[in-house]
Structure formats: structure tokens, C-alpha cells
């Protein structure tokens, strides 16, 4: 792997501006309706697509509605409305035990705050991120998944390998009224310009800002 370059300051608030601009268009790509479902549809959607998510919660929506609709269910009742997921027996587990939880300890409500969510099973930092901002509008951090992890070291922004690291570097660098995007900008800047194994660098708005870590 090439050696990692960091960014300096002033090139990160440029791309960062750049690319909030350019997909200003983009929103959450998970269907929800609430916070019950969208902690539902991200416990499903790791190291799942988001399509296949979103092709399957239609159905399990309809059945299972509350959160004691899930707490209450057998795991074998729920893994065939997801077993097109990866690990459909465990976040299945996961999923129950984690309403049971939410009946028993949060008077049936998903809670609002990093430190309850992160008691849940199956959900990490990325999960409780993403339901604060889009299910409750609080923005403490930026969810770090496969797309952000990538870009950040390619583009400079961290050389780290933990998605726990990684947030934190991202914190410091990026200005918060950006936090709440940034992940998604990133992930659809991954999907549309910089791909994995040929970056379209030739067309890219920050190739001459970006110092093509790995490329
Ligand atoms: S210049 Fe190339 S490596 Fe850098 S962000 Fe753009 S596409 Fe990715």
C-alpha cells in the first residue's frame, strides 16, 4: 500500500465543501419509518446492501409493527423475513434481544442517547450514530462504515484502521454543522467516482486537492 499522505487543514474544509456541494441531493439510504424500524433495518443492513434491506423491511414492517411485536417473537419466526441478509440467524438474536431490552429497561422506546444504544446488542457506534441523527436529529458523532474507512485514508483524512479512531480523527477535521452528511457524501462519492479498484480520478471535483493515498 502506498504510503499514507495526511491532508493539510485547509485542502480537508475544500473537499469537504466540494463534495457536501455536489451531492447535496443525497439522503439516508435506509427506508424508515421511525425509530424502531430504522434500529431495525441498520442492525440488518451490516455487511448487508442496502437494497436488500430495503427490499425485505416492507414485509417485515407490516408484521411485526411494535417493538413488543419483536421482543415477543420467536427468533425462528423472524429469520424467514430476513434471511436474505447476511447472518440472518444472529441479527435475528440480535433483534429480539434488543426489543426485549428496550421493553424491559426503556419503557418500550429506543432510546435517544449514545451511551443506551450502545447497550443494545448488534449495535456499534455506526448504528447508534445513524439512528441519533436521522431518527432523532442529535448529532454527536459520524457513522464510519466500509465507504468512509476507505475514503479517509485515500483522500488523507486518517490513516487509522478502527472505525472508532477513524470517527474521532474525522471529528476533529470536519467542521460539525457537516458531521450529519458526510458519511453519506462520502459513500456516494465511493459509489459514483471514487470506486474501489479504478477510481475515475480524470473526472473527479477534488483530484487536485486529493493526494491519492492507495492509488
Ligand atoms: S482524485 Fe481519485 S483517489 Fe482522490 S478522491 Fe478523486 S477519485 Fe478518489
Redesign the pocket.
Known amino acids: 500500500m502506498v504510503e499514507f499522505k495526511k491532508l493539510e487543514q485547509k485542502k480537508v474544509d475544500e473537499i469537504v465543501n466540494i463534495l457536501e456541494n455536489k451531492y447535496s441531493d443525497i439522503k439516508y439510504y435506509l427506508n424508515f419509518n421511525g425509530s424502531l424500524q430504522l434500529l431495525i433495518a441498520a442492525i440488518l443492513s451490516a455487511q448487508t446492501k442496502d437494497t436488500v434491506v430495503n427490499s425485505l423491511t416492507p414485509a417485515l414492517f407490516a408484521k411485526y409493527k411494535k417493538v413488543s411485536d419483536f421482543a415477543y417473537s420467536k427468533v425462528t419466526d423472524l429469520i424467514p423475513f430476513i434471511k436474505s441478509v447476511s447472518f440472518p440467524e444472529n441479527k435475528a438474536k440480535n433483534i429480539v434481544e434488543c426489543c426485549k431490552i428496550i421493553m424491559e429497561k426503556y419503557d418500550g422506546k429506543v432510546p435517544d442517547n449514545m451511551e443506551d444504544l450502545l447497550s443494545l446488542p448488534g449495535v456499534g457506534r455506526k448504528t447508534a450514530n445513524t439512528i441519533l441523527i436521522n431518527a432523532f436529529g442529535k448529532i454527536e458523532g459520524i457513522p464510519v462504515d466500509t465507504w468512509v474507512i476507505k ?1 479517509s485514508y ?2 488523507g483524512l486518517s490513516s487509522n484502521k478502527k472505525a472508532d479512531d477513524i470517527e474521532k480523527d474525522l471529528k476533529e477535521e470536519i467542521e460539525k454543522k457537516y458531521w450529519k452528511n458526510i458519511a453519506y457524501v462520502l459513500k456516494e ?1 465511493g459509489h459514483r ?2 470506486q474501489s479498484m479504478k ?3 480524470d473526472i ?1 471535483p ?2 487536485n486537492l ?1 493526494p ?1 493515498n492507495g ?1
Do not use: A, D, G
Open positions: 475514503l485515500r483522500i462519492h467516482i471514487c477510481p475515475k480520478c473527479c477534488i483530484n486529493c491519492k492509488v
